[in-house]
């Protein structure tokens, strides 16, 4: 007869931390959101600087990857000018989260529009021409770089009537979980769990929706996930580009690039990797624009082999 163990007072403990510790991130992280929501923005901007600096200063490894990453895109800039964009990188990355709990309203009630009108230059009727590409397309694959404001793009998409499914990383922490992104699903935003999403995604363009996908390379195709390829290939939907930059002024200025199609090919995967090109000249422009908002920090080389065997 097959006995079950009980699990140890040490193994109990460790739960009950375990509760505890989500318990306390949830606590810190929500009486952040409501004090930003205080605070003017200007002051927000200072702190963001502050903890930037601190960041850049004191994680020497997230440094050394800016930096080498930095040197990779800009092999002609002299080392000074390297670790200027290396540091506003990680001002623009704390900015992003404080500006966008800063804004968590903004996206919501019956003047929404009206405010991200006042906000942008342009921003809505650009998302107007990614409602007709949406709409003409019966859904289509939106990527992003991680530049500027990320988190705006979900909320002026749903704000001009584009059904959107976003690819998240869950958290280990579900009552953070919900609360970062209760905005997303209020706004009318599924949200997809990036483990298996690549069936989900499948199902989801069958369905008329369109899909938010979060594509992190510079320069380099391979760095570049295959993902929005084969999904445009196997469901003949189109690939925008699409990002969010700050400006001065405290206006922003957002990009929705033109359609990439799948065509006609007799290999699929230089179809990919011709795909994977076009996006990867979208991106770069508008990066080369904004380097300074651009997500430096990130060892986007790392999983260079395994990419390259999955293309093979």
């Known amino acids: 007869m097959e006995t079950k163990s009980r699990p140890s007072p040490k193994q109990k403990k460790k739960k009950?931390?375990?509760?505890?510790?989500?318990?306390?991130?949830?606590?810190?992280?929500?009486?952040?959101?409501?004090?930003?929501?205080l605070i003017p923005l200007f002051l927000i901007r200072r702190l963001s600087r502050l903890i930037g600096g601190l960041f850049f200063q004191f994680v020497p490894h997230r440094r050394r990857i800016a930096l080498d990453n930095l040197a990779r895109a800009f092999p002609c800039e002299k080392a000074e000018e390297l670790k200027r964009i290396a540091r506003e990188s990680f001002t623009s990355l704390v900015f992003t989260f404080l500006e966008s709990a800063k804004f968590r309203s903004v996206f919501t009630g019956p003047d929404a529009?009206?405010?991200?009108?006042?906000?942008?230059?342009?921003?809505?009727?650009?998302?107007?021409?990614?409602?007709?590409?949406?709409?003409?397309?019966?859904?289509?694959?939106?990527?992003?770089?991680?530049?500027?404001?990320?988190?705006?793009?979900?909320?002026?998409?749903?704000?001009?009537?584009?059904?959107?499914?976003?690819?998240?990383?869950?958290?280990?922490?579900?009552?953070?979980?919900?609360?970062?992104?209760?905005?997303?699903?209020?706004?009318?935003?599924?949200?997809?769990?990036?483990?298996?999403?690549?069936?989900?995604?499948?199902?989801?363009?069958?369905?008329?929706?369109?899909?938010?996908?979060?594509?992190?390379?510079?320069?380099r195709m391979a760095t570049a996930t295959p993902v929005p390829a084969l999904l445009a290939i196997t469901h003949k939907r189109p690939i925008v580009v699409v990002a969010c930059c700050r400006k001065e002024g405290g206006k922003y200025e957002g990009f929705v690039c033109d359609p990439i199609w799948p065509g006609e090919y007799e290999s699929e995967k230089a179809e990919i990797f011709r795909i994977i090109g076009e996006m990867t000249k979208n991106m770069e422009a508008i990066i080369r624009k904004y380097p300074e908002q651009y997500l430096w920090m990130h060892n986007r080389w790392k999983t260079y082999n395994n990419r390259k065997e999955f293309l093979s």
């Open 113 to 219: 529009f009206e405010r991200v009108r006042r906000s942008s230059d342009g921003l809505e009727q650009l998302f107007r021409k990614a409602r007709k590409i949406h709409d003409e397309s019966g859904g289509c694959i939106f990527v992003t770089p991680h530049i500027g404001n990320w988190e705006f793009l979900p909320h002026v998409s749903a704000l001009v009537g584009i059904p959107l499914a976003v690819v998240v990383r869950p958290l280990d922490n579900p009552y953070l979980e919900r609360l970062i992104y209760q905005s997303r699903t209020e706004t009318g935003q599924a949200i997809i769990p990036k483990r298996n999403a690549f069936f989900v995604l499948q199902k989801t363009l069958r369905e008329g929706r369109s899909i938010g996908i979060t594509v992190e390379f510079f320069g």
């Open 16 to 37: 009950v931390k375990g509760a505890l510790l989500q318990l306390a991130e949830y606590g810190a992280v929500a009486s952040l959101l409501f004090l930003v929501q």
